[in-house]
């Protein structure tokens, strides 16, 4: 009987050690994952900017990004311009229009005389996150860069910011060969803007031209008159199947209770047009 109680007593012993040995077996958890686990302040996030780890710095920014408030954008301006890889100037331009604080403005301006064409056009990318009128004068400057991508950026970030103020520079800019002002002349314009658009046709491509012209027909605040006008010119100028698709995608996406005259007529230019591309048919 004391012999069993010995065995039992061992037993118990060997196990007690195998489940300790096993515990201390298995990996601690390094001693910043209870740091990680919790949002970073904005005190160690700024710290972390001064790492030389750069996926430390991307950690800070992306927590000054997180926390968003004013205090989080004067370490990302020094941050800019203390001198980094293009690789985390480009994350930081960007993260400045995340925040789309107007805080970030001044720098962001600085940045569209940046000597690489990528940090200008991410800089006119921000800007037009920012909700700031200061914001519009320095986008419009981004028309006349010397690098297309940057221009074009520029004209598309002027519809998205809803800037009826520039229009008279996009049309200029759409004649002066930037072709993505076509979309924002259609989100922006008037009556007159469409017409001035419509006297392009047969003589800039209908790739260029045709969004543009969705932007104007898609509009609630155009009236049937002038959307019709937009249809018959088109068609009258342009009966090519490319018009026809463009009419048929668009009259598609009408809601089914539309009875204007303008998808009246769109339906009719469907059924008229031949299927046969048009000789010298503008693509």
Same mark, same amino acid.
């Given at each position: 009987?004391?012999?069993?109680?010995?065995?039992?007593?061992?037993? #118990?012993?060997?196990?007690?050690?195998?489940?300790?040995?096993?515990?201390?077996?298995?990996?601690?958890?390094?001693?910043?994952?209870?740091?990680?686990?919790?949002?970073?302040?904005?005190?160690?996030?700024?710290?972390? +900017?001064?790492?030389?780890?750069?996926?430390?710095?991307?950690?800070?920014?992306?927590?000054?990004?997180?926390?968003?408030?004013?205090?989080?954008?004067?370490?990302?301006?020094?941050?800019?311009?203390?001198?980094?890889?293009?690789?985390?100037?480009?994350?930081?331009?960007?993260?400045?229009?995340?925040? =789309?604080?107007?805080?970030?403005?001044?720098?962001?301006?600085?940045?569209?005389?940046?000597?690489?064409?990528?940090?200008?056009?991410?800089?006119?990318?921000?800007?037009?996150?920012?909700?700031?009128?200061?914001?519009?004068?320095?986008?419009?400057?981004?028309?006349?860069?010397?690098?297309?991508?940057?221009?074009?950026?520029?004209?598309?970030? +002027?519809?998205?910011?809803?800037?009826?103020?520039?229009?008279?520079?996009?049309?200029?800019? #759409?004649?002066?060969?930037?072709?993505?002002?076509?979309?924002?002349? =259609?989100?922006? =314009?008037?009556?007159?803007?469409?017409?001035?658009?419509?006297?392009?046709?047969?003589?800039?491509?209908?790739?260029?031209?045709?969004?543009? #012209?969705?932007?104007?027909?898609?509009?609630?605040?155009?009236?049937?008159?002038?959307?019709?006008?937009?249809?018959?010119?088109?068609?009258?100028?342009?009966?090519?199947?490319?018009?026809?698709? #463009?009419?048929?995608?668009?009259?598609?996406?009408?809601?089914?209770?539309?009875?204007?005259?303008?998808?009246?007529?769109?339906?009719?230019?469907?059924?008229?047009?031949?299927?046969?591309?048009?000789? =010298?048919?503008?693509?």
């Amino acid at each position: 009987m004391h012999n069993l109680s010995r065995l039992s007593a061992a037993s #118990f012993c060997l196990a007690s050690l195998a489940a300790l040995s096993t515990a201390s077996a298995q990996p601690r958890p390094p001693a910043t994952a209870t740091a990680a686990a919790r949002p970073l302040t904005l005190r160690e996030a700024t710290q972390r +900017l001064q790492s030389a780890d750069p996926d430390e710095i991307t950690e800070g920014v992306d927590a000054l990004t997180r926390i968003g408030t004013a205090e989080a954008v004067p370490p990302l301006v020094t941050l800019v311009r203390s001198g980094l890889p293009d690789d985390l100037l480009d994350l930081v331009v960007t993260k400045l229009g995340i925040l =789309g604080r107007p805080e970030a403005i001044e720098e962001l301006g600085s940045l569209m005389r940046h000597r690489r064409a990528a940090v200008r056009q991410r800089a006119v990318t921000s800007l037009s996150q920012i909700r700031d009128e200061r914001s519009r004068p320095l986008i419009e400057s981004g028309l006349r860069d010397s690098d297309h991508s940057v221009r074009a950026e520029a004209a598309r970030a +002027l519809g998205r910011i809803n800037a009826r103020a520039s229009l008279s520079l996009l049309q200029r800019a #759409f004649e002066r060969n930037i072709p993505e002002a076509a979309e924002s002349i =259609g989100a922006l =314009g008037d009556a007159a803007a469409a017409d001035r658009l419509l006297e392009s046709v047969g003589h800039s491509p209908l790739s260029v031209l045709l969004p543009g #012209f969705r932007r104007f027909l898609d509009r609630r605040d155009l009236t049937d008159p002038v959307k019709l006008r937009i249809v018959e010119q088109l068609v009258s100028r342009s009966p090519t199947t490319q018009v026809k698709a #463009f009419l048929q995608e668009w009259v598609r996406e009408l809601p089914p209770a539309d009875r204007s005259r303008a998808r009246a007529r769109a339906e009719l230019a469907i059924r008229q047009i031949n299927d046969a591309p048009a000789p =010298g048919a503008s693509r």
